[in-house]
Structure formats: C-alpha cells, structure tokens
C-alpha cells in the first residue's frame, strides 16, 4: 500500500462493503502524520497483504450474502443461510476430503463452507492473465453460486443422477450464471462498472475448460470437459448479469 493512495481506496472499498465507516481511513491518509504517531512501522513482510486479502474476500463475500438474502426469497421462496468461508495455505481436510491448493477454490456442500488459498488469485493474474479485483470476485461468486445450488437441491440430484461430464458442466455453468446474478445485483448498488465486468468475463475465459486444455497439453478434448468451454462460460455469466433472474440459468435444458 506503500507509495500513494490507491491501496488505501481500494482498502477504504472494503471497508464500506463490508458496513464499516471508511471516512476514518481517508482522513488518514489526508493526515499521515497522524497515523505514524499512533503506531510503529511494521516490518515489510507479507502481513499487511494477507490481510487486505482476507479484508477483500470478506467483503466479496458480505456482498453476495446481501445480494442472494433478497434474491432467492423473492425469487426461489427459500431463505438464504450463507457459507463459511475458510481461508488456508497449500492444503487443507474438509467434509469433501483432504484437498491442496492445487484444485483451486472449491465449496464443499458437506459442510457447506468456501474454501479459499490466495494463491490461486496470484495464479489467475501470473498464469491465466486474468488480473484485477473484480476477477477475484467472480471466482468467490462462482463458488457462492454451488453453495446456492446446494441450498435448492441442484447439487444433491446431480450428485445422485449419474449423469457424468454433462451435468457436471450444467452445475458449473449455473454457478457462473449464478454469479452474473449476483454482479447484477452488485451493478445495480453502483459496486460495478463496464471494466469490473469485463474483468470478470475475462477470468471467466481463461479456466475455460478449451482454454486450459491447450494451455496445458496442446489440444482440446470435449468429451473431457467438466466446467464448460470459455465461450459458455463468458456466455452464461452475461446471462445472469444481463438478467439477474434464477430462471434464466436454466443450463440443464
């Protein structure tokens, strides 16, 4: 955060997602002086960015508790309880089993709780060339979108149906649907601008399952797919972003 004030705006934008004051914050920035008699400079380590991390994600994550508390009442006749978030490093044992940070973000509808290594966000902007906040907050929203699809009993019939790669496409194109609903919501309370979304379109090209593929081995295998080509992953993101309408993400059809 060093250096300027950007850092601390965006911080100030956690902040105020997450119900908090951010004026405190500004005002220190408008008087440094202050803020150095209040407190000795910290070491240059990796604190300081852990925890703006865990600011973000916790804001990210409020935003979609505000969004889907209205929406699946209204929408679905159901109340929305939220998800756990639990941050960790490298590797982690859950409801769904012992997990490193290799599979990237994942909710597990045992225990119904968001499993988050921030290095999957470095990966995303170094590997995937998918950088920016908003990015970052797809990837949160996606995964809030299976905690969504639990909540209404999507998960548990996929998982009892058998229906192999296909549904598991379905499910993961839904989430990112979900998500779109969400940015609608977020884009409505002025959280959002065209740039955020283009962000978020971006990432979701790059984890394509096309794009992975011939990132990784050179050629594309269909038949393999488990969370959708990048072009029906921008496709049904835009979908729930343009409609903010649970019906409209009718990827099993």
């Known amino acids: 955060m060093g250096g300027g004030g950007i850092g ?5 934008l956690a902040v105020y997602l997450c119900g908090g004051d951010p004026r405190a914050l500004l005002e220190n920035l408008q008087n440094p002086g202050q803020q150095v008699q209040q407190q ?7 604190t300081s960015g852990g925890d703006e991390n865990k600011r973000f994600a916790s804001a990210v994550l409020g935003s979609t508790e505000d969004a889907w508390g209205q929406i699946l009442p209204q929408q679905a ?4 309880s939220p998800p756990t978030l639990v941050l960790y490093t490298n590797q982690i044992n859950s409801a769904c089993g012992y997990t490193t940070s290799a599979v990237g973000p994942f909710y597990c509808p045992g225990d119904r709780k968001l499993y988050l290594d921030f290095a999957f966000f470095d990966e995303l902007k170094r590997e995937f060339r998918a950088p920016g906040d908003f990015a970052q907050a797809y990837v ?3 995964e809030v979108g299976h905690h969504v699809q639990n909540l209404l009993g999507t998960m548990d019939k996929v998982d009892h149906s058998g229906g192999g790669n296909r ?3 379905a499910l993961e194109l839904q989430a990112d649907c979900y998500a779109g609903i969400w940015a609608n919501y977020a884009q409505k309370k002025g959280i959002v601008d065209t740039g ?8 979701a090209s790059a984890v394509g399952d096309d794009t992975i593929q011939k990132r990784t081995q050179g050629y594309v295998v269909p038949d393999s797919f488990t969370h959708g080509s990048s072009q029906q992953r921008m496709q049904w993101f835009s979908r729930g972003m343009q409609s903010g309408d649970i019906r409209q993400c009718a990827t099993f059809r």
């Open 8 to 12: 601390v705006l965006i911080l100030a």
């Open 40 to 46: 000795q400079p910290r070491p240059q380590n990796q």
């Open 77 to 80: 006749k159901i109340r929305y």
């Open 140 to 142: 949160i929203a996606h």
């Open 167 to 169: 549904l598991s496409v």
């Open 196 to 203: 955020d979304a283009e962000e978020a379109l971006r990432a």
